[in-house]
């Protein structure tokens, strides 16, 4: 009994560790939500997409220019981009969720992303005094309708070694680098 209540303990210390929710939302039903926490020295942004929504990579837009190759787009999906501001600065390479391929070829329409939850990880380090103000931008899609995604996180806790320091268990090799 009481190996089980340590590790619901220990995950709820870990649960803990991330920001309130910062929700998008058309109508009443959750389009995506984001949480940030810091992990060793690894910035890491949750996001948690509602039942039918998706998300885009950060890197969709070389992806399609890349599979276009000089042709004009259908559509053009807005990628997932994080910006940071206040104490801390991304000192390396983001990594992210391996991106589902949305495309349709045949319609000329390439776009990469996420369904129900994308982990975005990057290793940071102090750029200044005070809270960090993590900024999301992007877009959240269901078949039908879009919702642009502007929102900001504030996180106040973001020394550089904060948290377990050991990702969560997160493989780096699992999430794949943005180009």
Known sequence: MRGIAAILLSVTALASDWTAPVEIRHDDELAISYQAKMDGDLLLVKAT????WHTFS?????RVTEKLAGK???SN???????LSGGLSVAGPW???PPKDFSHPELRWFSWGFEGQALFAAKVKRA???PT???MRGQACTASVCKNIDVTISLTDTKPGHGPGVNLGL???ELEQVR
């Open 49 to 52: 997409i509602g039942p039918g």
């Open 58 to 62: 950060m890197d969709n837009q070389r």
């Open 72 to 74: 004009p787009a259908i």
């Open 77 to 83: 999906d807005k990628p997932t981009s994080i910006a």
């Open 95 to 97: 990594f992210e969720t």
């Open 128 to 130: 200044g005094s005070g």
């Open 133 to 135: 103000k993590v900024a």
């Open 171 to 173: 493989n780096l090799k």
